[in-house]
């Protein structure tokens, strides 16, 4: 047993925004793979640069506010503020060295360039010159800097240019300083004909276009120093629950305003002067720890439309195809087949249909008469969302559970709120004050003289497109308790009741917390007694202080404890006297790992549980999430061999971490058959393989 710790834990944890960022750095690891397709390292740059621009959203107005001047330094750690935005810097300048020293010359082998105004022949310029003014310049209006022409508002990461002019305007003044604002609609990349390429794909990018006719735009004016620029600003919106008569209206008010909050990151070009520095952090109350100098385009996130412009298969990751779920057989309508027993299914590797054939037997069958429905994250074009509009339109009782603060969901989720309310559907927005996070569908269906319910819950959400994306657990149940339970959490959800006691969910900001932490302590009791005790994790995140607080000391009692935890992870692995029995790892592969599964051991009894919930404490005191349990053996079995034990053996995709938090990878093992060597295959690999077996 190892020795009690003797520090108070607080001071042992990681740091929440370092782990943020380390994550990052995991996922742009992909965007050097050279085993990877070449399009898909390019994705991989793209998506750690959506993940920074959400990280400075969300994360960053603290730590930018405390580095102005004046400011209250009380409040954080003025060392922990430089070490993470050295952190940031270099993490950035990173992906510009792989972007223009990797995949650049990567992908100009294979014949694709972004063509700079420089290198393009004279038919290529006369071809960019009639593009500018045929579909660009009419979008343009540049607006010199004057008493009366004060800076214009810059949207939230928005493309513009801020160009110093010489010479005397129209009335013989000198304004010098002028900002040309790119509108969005502007495609960032357009590739050039075939006649004009050769046997090459050539690309020209927006910002080359008006850089290289920015002289158009002023006449009589001569442009010196320019430079392309955007601003991220704090786009958390923030609404006073207790204070607003309709939380949708406050919401889309302030979703006018979210693109022109609080600045919190300014990017330039590289080469950007001092001067033009300079006026942008006085304009933006930037300090210049904030300032990111840039060698390439200012969003790299759009580079996913070169992806789509290029469309080659063979430089993309080969089509996986789904299978739809083997517990649902072909010729049984569900409803029959969910009378045998519970259906697990895991997605993606098993299809999202299976959950869309379900409400859609739901809405096309008469004896159904009621469904209810929790709405995250939906998407903005949904099947399921005009399935449940149907379901109002056959006279079925549909009630809706949207979440209005879903954070960069809201626009989407309160449109579809006011069309199913349009239609006839019972909209509510659960609890004030309270995020509903949980995932659940319940469908109430007359069978002879009563009334029979069936239900979905899962630990994703109800989108047909991350489905393809996401790894999650997909649990459709007849079981009377706990159909009970979740009609129950709908009642709390409408109109704030107490509830009875659960039998089998578990419920946050009630419940969860405490319950999973007896479950941690029961471990360790076990431990305590010799008996065989064991704790297994999956989730996206741990940073709540209590649970980590149970698993230290179940750690220090004995019980072995394997976390995987894909992103931020606040419990350091390993560290001597304080958590030796604790590893973690990360696995970061071509799907994004979203399930949550939480697996204790205690003497000869196996407790499993599947949840909507990360172990954080919003999660447990800010938002209705739920866990459950699969007491079923075979689904928990299938369950620990395809969620933890194979993950717990991948040497493929996972990182390991470090006592002091730093991640390295597991190592790509090999195995030998026959005397020949063969890949290493991921745990993903192996369930794409089984699944696509069973297909």
Request: glycine letters at 4%.
């Amino acid at each position: 047993m190892t020795k009690p710790m003797t520090k108070p834990v607080d001071t042992q944890w990681l740091d929440r925004d370092m782990s943020l960022l380390a994550f990052n750095a995991r996922v742009l690891h992909w965007a050097q793979k050279p085993d990877a397709p070449l399009l898909e390292r390019l994705r991989y740059l793209t998506i750690v640069s959506s993940n920074l621009d959400e990280f400075f959203e969300v994360r960053a107005a603290l730590y930018t506010s405390l580095a102005k001047p004046k400011a209250d330094l009380s409040l954080i750690d003025a060392q922990a503020q430089a070490s993470l935005s050295l952190v940031a810097h270099n993490l950035v300048d990173t992906q510009y060295a792989i972007y223009n020293d990797v995949l650049l010359p990567a992908l100009a082998k294979e014949g694709i360039r972004v063509v700079s105004h420089s290198e393009r022949t004279l038919a290529q310029q006369r071809w960019v010159k009639a593009l500018f003014e045929r579909e660009v310049r009419p979008l343009l209006l540049p607006v010199g800097l004057d008493p009366a022409h004060p800076f214009p508002q810059v949207a939230n990461k928005s493309l513009n240019f801020i160009v110093r002019l010489s010479g005397h305007d129209a009335f013989g003044r000198e304004n010098e300083i002028a900002i040309v604002k790119v509108p969005r609609s502007l495609p960032r990349f357009i590739r050039i004909p075939d006649s004009l390429s050769g046997k090459r794909t050539l690309f020209v990018s927006i910002s080359s276009v008006i850089r290289a006719h920015l002289k158009d735009l002023f006449p009589g004016r001569t442009v010196g120093d320019f430079s392309q620029f955007r601003v991220t600003r704090h786009s958390d919106l923030s609404v006073d629950e207790e204070d607003v008569k309709n939380l949708r209206t406050a919401l889309r008010q302030g979703l006018v305003h979210r693109n022109y909050g609080q600045a919190v990151r300014l990017e330039v070009s590289a080469g950007c002067a001092d001067f033009l520095v300079d006026l942008l952090l006085r304009q933006f109350e930037l300090p210049a720890s904030a300032l990111y100098r840039v060698h390439g385009p200012v969003n790299l996130v759009r580079l996913g439309q070169l992806i789509d412009l290029v469309d080659q298969p063979k430089w993309l990751f080969p089509r996986y195809e789904a299978s739809f779920p083997h517990q649902l057989p072909a010729n049984m309508p569900i409803f029959e087949r969910l009378k045998a027993g519970d259906v697990l299914i895991h997605q993606p590797y098993e299809s999202f249909d299976g959950v869309l054939a379900f409400l859609r037997e739901a809405v096309n069958d008469p004896a159904v008469l009621a469904i209810k429905q929790t709405i995250y994250r939906t998407g903005s074009d949904s099947v399921l969302m005009e399935l449940l509009r149907l379901a109002v339109q056959r006279g079925k009782e549909v009630t809706v559970v949207v979440e209005l603060k879903a954070r960069f969901d809201e626009e989407a989720n309160i449109n579809w709120a006011e069309k199913l309310e349009y239609i006839g559907a019972q909209v509510v927005y659960g609890v004030v004050g309270l995020k509903t996070h949980a995932k659940m569908l319940l469908v109430s269906r007359r069978e002879g003289r009563s009334i029979c319910r069936y239900a979905h819950l899962s630990t994703g959400n109800y989108n047909p497109r991350t489905a393809r994306l996401y790894t999650d657990l997909s649990y459709l149940t007849r079981n009377p308790k706990l159909t009970q339970d979740i009609e129950a959490v709908f009642g709390l959800l409408a109109n704030q009741s107490r509830i009875p006691r659960l039998n089998k969910l578990v419920l946050a900001p009630f419940a969860l917390q405490r319950s999973l932490i007896d479950l941690v302590d029961a471990t360790a009791k076990a431990a305590a007694a010799g008996q065989a005790s064991r704790i297994i994790l999956k989730m996206n995140t741990l940073t709540d202080d209590k649970l980590m607080e149970a698993l230290v000391r179940a750690s220090q009692a004995g019980v072995a404890v394997d976390l995987i935890i894909r992103g931020a992870c606040m419990l350091p692995a390993q560290r001597q006297g304080f958590t030796d029995n604790i590893r973690v790892r990360s696995i970061i592969g071509r799907f994004l790992e979203h399930s949550r599964v939480f697996y204790f051991q205690t003497g000869t009894q196996e407790t499993l549980y599947l949840s909507s919930a990360d172990w954080m404490s919003r999660n447990m005191l800010r938002r209705v999430e739920l866990a459950w349990p699969v007491e079923d053996p075979a689904l928990r079995q299938r369950v620990v061999d395809e969620c933890l034990t194979t993950y717990l053996h991948d040497t493929v995709d996972a990182w390991l971490m470090h006592p002091d938090g730093h991640y390295t990878l597991a190592g790509a093992a090999r195995s030998r058959s026959s005397g020949k060597s063969k890949p290493a295959v991921g745990a993903q690999g192996k369930l794409m393989a089984k699944y696509s077996a069973k297909a």
